[in-house]
């Protein structure tokens, strides 16, 4: 039976959540040039802005949840290849620097919400966007960014397991190599969340 995406992503129960789109992993000077790549190929950032100025016009909740390393790395996570390698490149993630900003192109009005995250793969770990979402009602997530690899898997599994629905315009999210990518999408990302594109999430919102 077909999915009616209007209704699940309706304004008055939805949140878009936005994880890892800044600078220094998605733009052009990125700790993860490869993913950066891939998410310039997929028109990752103009998706991303597209949905954000369609969420803010209908009332849903906008959240940026950005990844952060203290340059001491106290408190940093240390237990997985992952973040030995991203700790060697020449950008660190640095709190305050422009590697953990929002891309220009999709911005941060006085009303969206950012969330750093010091620890952990995906943005259920380590913030406040459970108990915010649940505050504001929130029962279905419309999730976007990087990298369908770990963060976005990581966090549909979460959000699922939280109860909520995820929905996941699949241009809008991207992962390393490409082909790799589509394959979790197809044979497991599909199995938890609802697929669709930025278009007809835009659609609904207007």
Known sequence: MPVDVAALVAPGHTALVLQEVQNGVVGE???LPALADAAAAAGLIPHCAALARAARAAG?????CTAETRDDLKGANRNARLFLGVRKTPVPLSPGSDAVQVPAAIGVDPGDIVLPRHHGLGPMTGTQLDSMLRNLAV????GVGVSVNIGMTNF??????RGYQFVMPTDAV??????YAAAVIANTLSLVATLTTTDAVVAAWL
């Open 29 to 31: 000077r990125s700790a």
């Open 60 to 64: 849903v909740p906008v959240f940026h």
């Open 139 to 142: 029962t279905t997530i419309v």
């Open 156 to 161: 549909a599994f979460d959000a699922v397991n």
């Open 174 to 179: 991207a992962g390393v190599p490409a082909d």
